[in-house]
C-alpha cells in the first residue's frame, strides 16, 4: 500500500513563497507521472501541476509562472514551489500519481495553504 505524506504548507501573506513536499513510501515515485492537486472547500480538487518521469512539467493556467513542480528521485519525493502566491492559491494541497488521467493512490493528508494577509 503506498503512502502519500505531503507537508510544508502554512499562513503566508500575498506575494510570499511556499515550497511543499510529497514523500512516498510503498513505491519508487521516479517511475510515475506525478501532479500536485488543491481543493478548496465545495469545489472539486483540481490538478495544478503535473511532472512526468522524464521531467516535463505542465501548469494549470492559475499559477503558471509561479509554481514550479520538481522530483529528487534520490530522496523519492516531489516538490512544489509557490511564489507570488495569492488568496486564491489557499487551499488544501495533495499529491499523487497518475494513470490514465487519474490518481492512482490512495490519498494523503494533505497540507493546507492559506494565503492571507
Known amino acids: 500500500q503506498v503512502q502519500l505524506v505531503e507537508s510544508g504548507g502554512g499562513l503566508v501573506q500575498p506575494g510570499g513563497s511556499l515550497r511543499l513536499s510529497c514523500a512516498a513510501s510503498?513505491?519508487?515515485?521516479?517511475?510515475?507521472?506525478m501532479g500536485w492537486y488543491r481543493q478548496v472547500p465545495g469545489k472539486q480538487r483540481e490538478l495544478v501541476a503535473l511532472i512526468t518521469s522524464g521531467g516535463s512539467t505542465n501548469y494549470e493556467d492559475s499559477v503558471k509562472g509561479r509554481f514550479t513542480i520538481s522530483r529528487d528521485n534520490a530522496k523519492n519525493t516531489v516538490y512544489l514551489q509557490m511564489n507570488s502566491l495569492k488568496s486564491e492559491d489557499t487551499g488544501v494541497y495533495y499529491c499523487?500519481?497518475?494513470?490514465?488521467?487519474?490518481?492512482?493512490?490512495?490519498w494523503g493528508q494533505g497540507t493546507q495553504v492559506t494565503v492571507s494577509s
Open positions: 510503498g513505491s519508487i515515485l521516479s517511475i510515475y507521472v
Open positions: 499523487n500519481a497518475r494513470q490514465s488521467g487519474r490518481p492512482l493512490w490512495p
